[in-house]
């Protein structure tokens, strides 16, 4: 019995329709029958009661079923042990992230290190004015981005973190006595321009246009990087919103951090080039969505 007939008999016990069975493996329902048909004249018996209305498992069907589950669990545990000790044997995984995210990743990172024993993780930086090529230029396997992400070369993983929004202004700007800070007050002031390298509905994101009465937000002066902008912050030539995190490792002098209550909140996902997926990656990924994100 083939592998792939095995997978095809074990979804359609679980299923009970063939056409279910031929979508979530994505095949033709001709191949499902095909593959049960042709187990069924080997044995000699027949697997599955069908009628016009059901399918159900006939009792030979119900052994089989049990037997070759435990000879996939089995198969699936062997490659899982194979995998894991690929991961751990001096692998190396390249993390892109902004500014002081790896310590908040701490929890996250600490359980890969645990589960692929000799594994390492080098840290790199990116910043919002070209987060994207470190990843497709090879540089970086995963980038820790802020949501949405929709280039279509790019895989998108689960969320690891989630948080508010500050926005960063001038120590010395009126809305820094104000104490917090509102998507309406954009308008009144000019944020940073990052520039054409990045996406503008992944810069809008974080940087929106219009505020949400429908006011537009005038950008400019250019950041090219984070400190950068930060210099054009504390001299008063534009305020910038950023994610909280940035308030929270960050205290320039000249700067300060609002909270804007009215913005909604930011997510943060692996993201990663889609042909470059391998056993690393996935097994990040599978520790994040096993965690879940990890809140701001």
Same mark, same amino acid.
Request: proline fraction near 7%.
């Given at each position: ?11 359609? /016990? #679980? ?6 069975? &031929? ?22 018996? #027949?697997?599955?009661?069908?009628? /016009? ?23 699936? =545990?062997?490659?899982?042990?194979? +995998? ?6 001096? /692998? ?8 002081? &995210? ?43 981005? $802020? ?28 809305? =820094? ?6 998507? +309406? ?16 509905? $992944? ?24 400190? #950068?902008?930060? /210099? ?14 940035? &308030? ?19 997510? $943060?996902?692996?993201? $990663? ?11 990040? &990924?599978?520790?994040?969505? +096993? ?6």
């Amino acid at each position: 019995m083939e592998l792939r007939d095995i997978e095809i008999f074990l979804t359609l /016990s #679980e299923e009970l329709h063939f056409g279910r069975t &031929a979508e979530r493996l994505h095949v033709s329902q001709a191949r499902v029958s095909q593959a049960v048909r042709k187990q069924e004249r080997r044995i000699g018996v #027949e697997l599955f009661d069908r009628t /016009s209305r059901s399918v159900r498992l006939t009792p030979v069907g119900r052994r089989l079923r049990e037997d070759l589950q435990q000879v996939q669990d089995l198969l699936h =545990a062997a490659l899982a042990r194979a +995998e894991a000790a690929g991961i751990g044997s001096g /692998s190396t995984l390249r993390l892109g992230l902004f500014g002081h &995210a790896g310590h908040e990743l701490r929890t996250l990172l600490d359980a890969y290190a645990t589960r692929h024993p000799g594994a390492e993780v080098s840290f790199a930086e990116i910043n919002g004015v070209d987060a994207f090529t470190s990843l497709r230029a090879g540089d970086n396997d995963v980038n820790v981005l $802020w949501l949405p992400v929709t280039e279509p070369d790019l895989t998108v993983g689960p969320t690891v973190l989630t948080g508010g929004r500050v926005l960063a202004v001038s120590s010395e700007h009126p809305l =820094a006595a104000r104490g917090v800070a509102s998507l +309406e007050d954009l308008a009144d002031n000019r944020v940073a321009d990052l520039g054409p390298d990045a996406p503008e509905y $992944w810069v809008a994101a974080m940087v929106p246009t219009h505020t949400p009465l429908g006011r537009r937000i005038p950008r400019g002066p250019i950041a090219r990087t984070f400190h #950068e902008l930060l /210099s054009l912050v504390a001299t008063g030539q534009c305020v910038h919103p950023l994610g909280e995190i940035a &308030a929270r490792y960050n205290s320039p002098p000249g700067i300060t951090f609002l909270p804007m209550p009215d913005a909604p909140a930011l997510q $943060w996902a692996l993201v $990663w080039r889609s042909t470059a997926d391998n056993p690393a990656i996935r097994a990040l &990924a599978t520790l994040a969505t +096993e965690t879940g994100p990890i809140r701001l």
